[in-house]
């Protein structure tokens, strides 16, 4: 597990950033630091950063690292893997998906979602609080009625424990859908349910498709509001 979870992170992050320095060039992906010698490659003890311009890290924009309440002394530090990519504009500016995923080194991650656009020379996050588990979809979908901006979609599966379901049975899903408000100048989260059915997990499937099953349902909520 830690040594695919280490390749995959060295590829991810080769790949990220080669893509935006070529691409793109006002800005780079750094992931998050291990302690050198560490063979916990999988658990990086910073978070991975994006960072405005060609060196430096002076403007560079950080996903907050959640701590579990005590007595505990884990802390989601997403430093893994780190992406970004151009999913639309805002006001002349480009807006960034930046993820980075936490993992533990168990059989779960943790990813944070930000969607960034540039103020006054710094990243700003537009989103609220979204993180998602590797058991969950998310998807920028165009809904011109709805909004000029791409929206975001996302889907995370519902552990019923007292079920007795497995990690990766078949799940219900939470269905998230966040749409930009002028007013606030930010993303806010416009839908929030839970499916009546339940989805192939990573049991039974390759990648989790849950979003474009409930896309009819989501529409629809949208035209009640």
Not at 30 to 37: E, H, V
Request: hydrophobic share 35%.
């Amino acid at each position: 597990m830690r040594r695919r979870m280490r390749f995959k992170w060295i590829i991810g992050v080769l790949l990220a950033n080669a893509c935006l320095l070529v691409g793109h060039g006002q800005y780079r992906i750094l992931p998050g630091k291990t302690i050198p010698g560490d063979f916990e490659d999988c658990d990086p003890k910073t978070p991975a950063r994006i960072c405005l311009g060609s060196n430096g890290e002076e403007h560079c924009y950080l996903p907050p690292s959640d701590k579990l309440p005590p007595p505990s002394e884990v802390a989601y530090i997403f430093g893994l893997e780190p992406k970004a990519k151009a999913v639309g504009r805002l006001n002349g500016q480009d807006l960034t998906l930046f993820t980075a995923t936490y993992s533990g080194c168990g059989s779960g991650t943790l990813t944070h979602f930000s969607l960034l656009t540039v103020r006054e020379g710094k990243f700003v996050n537009l989103l609220p609080n979204v993180e998602l588990t590797n058991q969950s979809e998310y998807k920028i979908w165009r809904l011109p009625l709805v909004s000029s901006l791409p929206v975001l979609a996302t889907a995370d599966f519902i552990w019923g424990m007292k079920a007795g379901e497995t990690h990766f049975a078949h799940h219900r899903y939470t269905i998230n859908l966040y749409v930009f408000d002028a007013k606030s100048g930010k993303y806010l989260r416009r839908i929030e349910y839970e499916t009546t059915k339940k989805y192939p997990g990573l049991d039974d499937a390759d990648e989790i498709k849950v979003l474009d099953a409930e896309k009819p349902a989501i529409l629809a909520k949208l035209r009640q509001r």
